[in-house]
């Protein structure tokens, strides 16, 4: 089976939390074959601060200046993926660090001028993935992205997304998005168990999904599309939360096709 784990910035913050997660993808990545990405949103946004750089956002996209693109490459591909990789390391993994723009793994355009540099990924390539994977490593992807061949073009992307087009590329069987929320709520303030893309955009159009949950479950729903099997939203502090899913025990939200569900 094979499996792509997204960590959301917030799990990676704390060295505890951190820790506990490598311990947990070490054991995981020997049962089955695993990509991990990560987002990092909350330490980027500590770094610009501690330089007297404000961050500004539109629709909860980073306006991504020059100045915010070096911020980019030095917290997003270096200190969360090096402080990840170096966890999932002493844990017993094989870890290898990159992100979209080794190996054309992911290629994005610019998703509107008045954004700066945020990308919205147009091609994704698997190839590295399975090139480490072969050689008996675990990938850790940033979710950093490059332009077009030719170009020096350097994009900051949506981790959520970055992982949606890893895990298509890369013909994933299983998305797990681990979270600081313990899955998708409904208007009762209930977990739901299982949803299909359906339910899914009935939430958002209820106006009962919003803001970060709305991103997630759109992203769910694009990555059922492109032919994962099953998406999962859990609480990633949860202790043992990826033994837990892989076990398919209860944990979380299930996002499944329609015909899956009927």
Do not use: Y
């Not at 499996?3 to 939390?17: N, R």
């Not at 996209?61 to 980019?72: F, G, K, S």
């Not at 610019?110 to 994977?133: F, H, S, W, Y």
């Amino acid at each position: 089976m094979k499996v792509l784990v997204k960590l959301g910035g917030t799990l990676l913050d704390d060295p505890a939390s951190r820790n506990s997660l490598g311990r947990q993808i070490a054991a995981a990545c020997q049962k089955v074959s695993m990509v991990v990405v990560h987002g990092g949103g909350k330490q980027m946004t500590r770094f610009l601060a501690e330089r007297g750089v404000e961050s500004r956002f539109v629709q909860g996209l980073r306006v991504t200046t020059p100045e915010v693109v070096d911020a980019v490459l030095k917290v997003f591909a270096g200190s969360v993926n090096k402080q990840l990789v170096g966890a999932l390391r002493t844990a017993g993994a094989p870890a290898a660090g990159l992100s979209g723009i080794d190996g054309g793994l992911a290629v994005a355009e610019q998703m509107n001028p008045d954004l700066g540099a945020v990308g919205r990924i147009v091609r994704a390539d698997a190839k590295i993935l399975d090139t480490l994977i072969d050689g008996g490593f675990l990938p850790v992807v940033a979710c950093v992205a490059g332009g077009e061949s030719g170009t020096e073009a350097v994009f900051n992307v949506n981790a959520d997304q970055m992982a949606v087009a890893c895990s298509a590329a890369w013909k994933a069987d299983r998305l797990l998005f681990l979270t600081d929320v313990p899955g998708v709520k409904s208007s009762d303030g209930a977990v739901i168990a299982r949803l299909t893309p359906g339910a899914a955009r009935e939430l958002i159009r209820a106006g009962v999904a919003t803001g970060g949950m709305q991103a997630k479950l759109e992203s769910a729903c694009a990555a059922l599309a492109a032919g994962v099997r099953e998406v999962r939203i859990a609480p990633g502090a949860e202790p043992g939360i990826l033994d837990r899913l892989l076990r398919d025990a209860e944990a979380g939200t299930a996002l499944v096709p329609e015909e899956v569900s009927a």
